[in-house]
């Protein structure tokens, strides 16, 4: 911190000094871009696992509501 106070002393310092200010902000700015896509990746990841197992679950229970009703409602084996 020392350094950055001393080389702000003249005009040239300074604009060193507000130059790599503008490259640390930048570095982080894009950082946070890169995070931000990362976690809508995620969260897109999680969607669509969610859609997946819904529609899984969903043909599971047509299948045993087909399975059910396939033989009609005098079906012997449906019976206690």
Known sequence: MQTIQNEAQTAQG???VA???VAAA???TKSIQQLEQITMAGEDAQIAYLKQKKAEKNVTAQEAADGLFSG???NPSLLP
Do not use: D, P
């Open 14 to 16: 300074r604009e060193q």
């Open 19 to 21: 130059a790599a200010a």
């Open 26 to 28: 930048n570095v982080t």
């Open 72 to 74: 009609g409602t005098n």
